[in-house]
């Protein structure tokens, strides 16, 4: 790197344009509502508001979950929340999520309603509202709880690293991308070994550390996220990919996936989803 173009940092950093390439519009340095804009709500128990990302997918596929268990209460509305225009800084969201990111849950069940922000913590809510998903033996459920927030501690370095400076950035640079590619290839290393000797993250059982994880690391081994497959070398993680294929097929997932996303096929899209008829 030649001296004209190394960056010196100011002393003080001063908010002065955009940042963040396709995303910049999404980034700022404050916290707090933009604009006044009440959240809707609907007919059921549980209010979603969210996106089908890969942190929104985590939520949806375990309420579908629930549902084809037969557990009726966990019926939801899920409301798009388009956060390319912001809608995240609107103030009824920001009374559900101080930190206007998606996705977050209102549970009108309780009195009075009970917010839940944070993907990982609706997961952890909801898995013990309905006693689903996480165990309950207590080295099991440090197990599964572990993995939980491995994938919260691990998925930012993924999506907001890696994915960031591989696909988004309005610059390729060696250094950030080598620094993250690094990184999201040891987290894939650390699933490989684990899957290597179980069916699922935690052992035999499916719960909520699967969930957690597959939208993340399954849709980059078997899908096209970030289109980075072939420089990740997605294929040679043998034991995460059958991992991933088998969670794929499941019913519940194929539903959860198409709840909240704009994008893609249209039969694989459902903006909005307030009847369990919508998905059929």
């Known amino acids: ?5 190394t960056y010196v940092p100011p002393k003080v950093w001063q908010w002065d344009k955009e940042s963040g390439g396709k995303f910049a519009s999404i980034n700022r340095p404050i ?5 006044e804009k009440e959240l809707p709500i609907g007919k059921h128990p549980l209010q979603l508001y969210s996106l089908g990302t890969p942190n929104g997918v ?11 268990l037969g557990k009726r209460e966990a019926e939801y509305d899920a409301w798009l ?8 800084f609107g103030s009824g969201f920001v009374s559900v999520n101080p930190n206007s990111k998606i996705p977050a849950l209102l549970d009108t069940s309780t009195n009075p309603p009970t917010r839940v922000f944070e993907s990982g913590a609706i997961l952890m809510y909801l898995a013990e509202k309905f006693g689903e998903f ?47 590619t690094m990184e999201v290839k040891r987290q894939l290393d650390v699933l490989d070994r684990n899957l290597a000797e179980r069916r699922f993250l935690c052992g ?7 969930m957690a ?68």
């Open 204 to 210: 035999d059982d499916y719960t909520i550390a699967d």
């Open 58 to 68: 985590k939520v949806t596929v375990l309420l579908e979950e629930l549902l084809a």
């Open 134 to 180: 996480l165990p309950t033996a207590p080295s099991a459920r440090a197990e599964c709880l572990s993995w939980l927030f491995w994938n919260i501690g691990s998925a930012p370095f993924l999506g907001g690293g890696f994915g960031h400076f591989y696909a988004y950035a309005p610059e390729k640079f060696e250094y950030p991308i080598n620094r993250y």
């Open 31 to 35: 916290a707090g509502a933009t604009h």
């Open 81 to 88: 929340i388009k956060i390319t225009e912001g809608a995240q």
């Open 213 to 280: 994880n597959y939208p993340w690391y399954g849709h980059l081994v078997i899908g096209k996220i970030y289109d980075a497959q072939e420089f990740l070398d997605v294929g040679s993680y043998r034991n995460v990919e059958r991992w991933a294929r088998e969670i794929k097929e499941r019913p519940a997932v194929k539903r959860g996936q198409r709840v909240n996303t704009t994008w893609g096929p249209e039969d694989k899209q459902l903006p909005e989803r307030h009847d369990a008829s919508d998905l059929d």
């Open 1 to 5: 790197m030649t001296e004209s173009s």
